[in-house]
Structure formats: C-alpha cells, structure tokens
C-alpha cells in the first residue's frame, strides 16, 4: 500500500515538474502585436509583430490567420537569420488564411516581423487579428500579444450598412458645425476634425471611387 501511495506520489511531483518546465519554456517567449488604431476602406495598413526571445531556441513559427480577401503585397522581418514565409487556406475556417513565417536550424534571436494589408473596398467595422507563436516545446502555440482589433472609419455615419448620399450630408452638416462631430465615423484623412475632405472622401466612397 505504501510502495502504491509513493509511486502516486512521485507521479504527480514528476507531472507538475514537467508543467513547470513547460510553463517557463513559454514564458521565455513572447510575440506583441501593434496595430494602427483606425482604418479606412481600401487602405494599405502596416502591421507589426515584435518576437522577444529570451532563451535559447532552435526554431519557431510565427502564425496570422487573416480573411482571405485580405491581400498582403508586402512583408519584411528585420533579422540576419533565415526565415521563410508560407501562405496556405485554412481548412478549419473557410474564406481565411495562414501566413506562417518560420526560423530554425540553430539559435534564433528576437526578431520583429513588418507585412502590409491591403484592405478591401467593401469592408466595415472593427477588424479582428488573431496569430500564435509555436515552438517544438509548445506546438499548440502561444496566442500573440498586444493589439487585435482595428476601428473603421467606414464612412458609414448613419450606421445602415452602406456609404450613400445620406452619409455625405451628415459628413457636411458636421463640417459646417449643424451636427456633433463624430471622429470615429467621419474623419476619413484622421486629420482631428471634420472638413471639406472628409466629405468628398464620403462621396467618392459613395460613387465606388474609393
């Protein structure tokens, strides 16, 4: 009965160091993400990924799942070491995509990785970004820090789902001071204030012309 009690017992002290050692190979990892705080419809926006690495690794995988109609025409990562970037459909989640970038093959060191997106005209409200970082001792992976959602600045003041003329009036009656100004919604140049700008923006978004 004690040889069985201590066997339970020396189980669980090898289970729980095993999560520890686990636990602090995560910690000595750590991905933030930064974002811009707004967005415009068709914009190209430039995102950010900062990989702090604080023990020795021999290889790791950066993951964004991203729409697939979001369209990515440029990507840098500011390291000597060798990386490659791989693009795949999701089979889990149809209509998204998963940019992978990837260094191994010896000690990696903190790195930072720089894409641009190039954003569809038809899109609207806040925008969600979602990654992991994966290594051989967490290949569930660990969700990436820091910034995840973008406001739009769609043009759509009224809130009905489309940029149309009554968009268009709204946007001048603020220029012209007849209505409070809502800056989320209408500043489209994010110049701070509501002008003769951002109503012709709201019109060519109206017409098909941004």
Known sequence: MRGILKFHILRNIFAIGIFAFVQFSYSQITAVRTL????????????????????????????????????????????????????????????????????FGGPVPSFSINYKVQLPLSISGDLSFYGKIIILDNPWGTDIGGDSIISGKSGDINGDGEVDISDVILCLQMAIGKIPVDLQKADMDSSGEIDIIDVIIILRAAIGLY
């Not at 811009?36 to 900062?50: D, W």
């Not at 604080?54 to 290889?59: H, K, N, R, T, V």
């Not at 991203?66 to 459909?89: A, S």
Request: glycine share 6%; net charge negative.
């Open 36 to 103: 811009p705080k707004t967005y415009q419809q068709g914009q190209l926006i430039s995102v950010k990924i900062n990989v702090n690495i604080f023990s020795e690794i021999s290889g790791i995988i950066v993951k964004e799942w991203l729409p697939g109609d979001w369209v990515i025409p440029e990507t840098m990562i500011n390291t000597d070491y060798q990386t490659f970037l791989k693009i795949e459909n999701d089979s889990q989640n149809p209509g998204y995509k998963i940019y992978s970038w990837a260094a």
